[in-house]
């Protein structure tokens, strides 16, 4: 992962060299970006300068636009499992649950590229080379684009037989089958729309992905209840009925329609030059191998790691089917928790990646160092009132999605469990989004493999095949508990495992000298 340029960014020399032939008109054009630091405006604002100045008030104000972000962007899942748990019922649940196991399988490819791209553009942005920085944005939307191409191939080929060896519910396979393969449709476009989210963290204007996330979340609402229910007496007595609603087709094409305005207003933004660097379409054109080389090498590691852990959480949730409809909704309710809980630390995450890679980037490691330590803090202060409030607070918390009552046990003993596991996650998430910024992703990689594959799989089947136990199952339920509830206390455990580990590593020192 080392290259002879002082400032960890591959020149334009070295790329020409490493191609050993001579580009063509545009890509020589792009190439021309001098070694040194620019000092010339990218185009658009005025840059901002996250190298200096005290640490904790970048933090926070990189941090709270893109928890704004993300909440927005968790409010399409949420709002749409509210309006299919309430109408359709937990089979519908279900359904969106295993399309959540799916695409979190697919998103391997969308990791391989995204973490790649946002520490080249960070610490190329942070190194003052503006040019190398939209020529990394437009290779990483071109080629993200042509991935999601295949990956929604890929989705229509084999959603059915997901669906079917998921779940044995007939009706939960047909609704999943409809709402996946319009889902599959969309994706070049949702995509697109990481890459454009991606940019934006990147260069540190974190205040356009909130007012895109917000706008497109307005419409996700608007939308959710029109295309789901329909304009009827459903939604209240006095509305006439007007029009008929799609149900969980319905709950897809609002996610798809608001998706498209994210990718059509952040597109906007870039080529208009109203953030810190303006695109062009010149940037749009024929790959530049060194350039895809790069990304790919630094989010390989990454992406294999998420990539097994998302697999394995896919075997965890075929394991949780087994128990029926009722019990896979609660824990479908429960990724929906785990995305609102996960709100701030995403948020913080994502402005450690922004603050380490441009800090790494102006040779200032000391900075990134101090900005994780200060993040951490930051993380649980926010995070431990959270967790104490959801468990006073738990049944009421299931009840916002479903209301029968087999649904609301199941999910507020899971509830109850799943959300101490936040707290290490506070840990593991900021420190490992420390190696993300600094392009070395390798030592997250091996500790989430580890911890997925080698701690939870092996505790978790142990707790399942106990349940599964009629004698077992019948002794100890007859003491008040029930051992499925014991696979996510392996959770738990295995998370704290997981945030010593990455703190061990970090304190090490290597990611300082990553160079990329």
Aim: proline content about 5%.
């Amino acid at each position: 992962m080392t290259n002879g340029n002082e400032n960890n960014i591959p020149s334009s020399e070295s790329t020409n060299a490493e191609n050993g032939a001579p580009l063509d008109a545009l890509s020589a054009e792009i190439h021309t970006a001098p070694d040194e630091k620019e000092t010339a405006a990218p185009g658009g604002k005025a840059a901002q300068d996250i190298t200096k100045g005290p640490i904790l008030p970048w933090v926070i104000r990189l941090a709270l636009p893109t928890m704004g972000a993300i909440a927005f962007h968790a409010s399409y899942s949420i709002v749409d499992t509210i309006w299919v748990g309430r109408y359709i019922g937990k089979e519908g649940i279900s359904a969106i649950s295993i399309w959540f196991y799916m695409f979190m399988v697919f998103v391997f490819f969308n990791q391989l590229i995204g973490i790649g791209s946002v520490a080249l553009i960070s610490q190329s942005y942070g190194a003052k080379k503006f040019e190398q920085t939209k020529i990394v944005i437009g290779q990483t939307f071109m080629f993200k684009f042509y991935m999601a191409v295949l990956v929604a191939v890929l989705g229509w080929l084999f959603a059915g037989d997901v669906y079917r060896g998921f779940i044995a519910d007939a009706e939960v396979q047909r609704l999943g089958i409809a709402y996946s393969l319009i889902l599959f449709t969309a994706l070049p476009v949702y995509f697109s729309g990481f890459t454009l989210n991606t940019a934006f963290r990147g260069i540190g204007d974190m205040k356009y992905p909130l007012y895109i996330a917000g706008a497109s979340t307005i419409l996700n609402i608007i939308l959710d209840p029109i295309l789901i229910v329909g304009i009827n007496s459903s939604l209240h007595p006095a509305i006439p009925d007007l029009t008929r609603g799609f149900g969980i087709v319905g709950a897809a094409a609002a996610t798809v329609i608001a998706q498209t305005f994210t990718f059509m207003f952040s597109t906007f933004i870039f080529f208009s030059g109203r953030t810190f660097i303006k695109m062009e379409l010149k940037y749009l054109g024929l790959p530049i191998w060194h350039w895809i080389k790069r990304i790919v090498q630094i989010g390989t590691p990454t992406a294999i790691g998420e990539g097994v852990r998302n697999i394995a959480m896919l075997i965890i949730g075929k394991w949780v089917a087994l128990f029926g409809t009722a019990i896979f909704a609660a824990q479908g309710i429960m990724g929906q928790f785990f995305m609102l809980v996960w709100i701030p630390l995403g948020g913080i995450g994502q402005a450690v990646v922004t603050l380490v890679g441009q800090n790494l980037g102006a040779r200032k490691p000391w900075r990134g160092e101090e900005s994780v330590w200060k993040s951490v803090w930051v993380a649980l202060a926010i995070i431990i009132p959270i967790v104490i409030l959801g468990e006073f607070h738990a049944p009421g918390l299931i009840q916002v999605f479903n209301t029968e009552p087999d649904v609301i046990y199941a999910g507020t003993k899971i509830l109850r469990v799943i959300l101490i596991v936040f707290i290490p996650l506070a840990v593991s998430g900021i420190v490992g989004s420390a190696f993300w910024g600094s392009g070395d992703t390798t030592y997250p990689m091996i500790v989430g493999v580890v911890n997925v594959w080698l701690v939870q799989l092996p505790l978790i089947w142990v707790a399942m095949k106990l349940a599964l136990h009629p004698v077992v199952r019948l002794s100890v339920v007859a003491g008040g508990h029930e051992p499925i509830y014991y696979a996510w206390w392996v959770i738990v455990f295995s998370e704290v495992l997981a945030a010593a580990a990455l703190v061990w590593l970090f304190k090490l020192g290597l990611w300082k000298k990553a160079k990329i």
